[in-house]
């Protein structure tokens, strides 16, 4: 599958990346471009596009394209499901007190574009930082229910 989304990418845009890459298609391919080219990017390539104005999975509803893509997948993963709380509250604005991870995730997500030198090799870096923060969730369940 190909997927389109704006340059830049922070926290939900490389999040949703990382969800399609580890539950979705292992050999999904990402395209970044500007934000009113992503519309017609999703037509011209037949890509799916997320977090963008004119994507199928835009940003207009009030959750992020992580959450959708849960949903229209059907991931049952409870770690996702955490997971997509801490995204929704670092991206969403107004909700980064729901969850004390987010505002970490948003300072860090922040730097992306600061330290690498495109959006691929940001992707190529940050998806270190979602599978630690899986693992972690994860590690966090799993102690829970001992």
Sequence with gaps: M????????????????????????????????????????????????????????AHNRGITSFEQIIQDYALSDSVLAELAQIIHAADIPGAIDQRPEASGLKAISHGFPLVTKDDDETLQKAFFIYDSLYAYLQARQQSQLK
């Design 2 to 57: 190909k997927w389109v989304t704006r340059r830049q990418i922070r926290v939900n845009r490389v999040a949703t990346p990382w969800l399609i890459q580890r539950f979705v298609d292992q050999e999904a391919e990402f395209l970044f471009v500007e934000p009113d080219q992503v519309a017609e990017v999703q037509q011209s390539h037949h890509a799916i596009g997320f977090d963008a104005p004119g994507a199928k999975y």
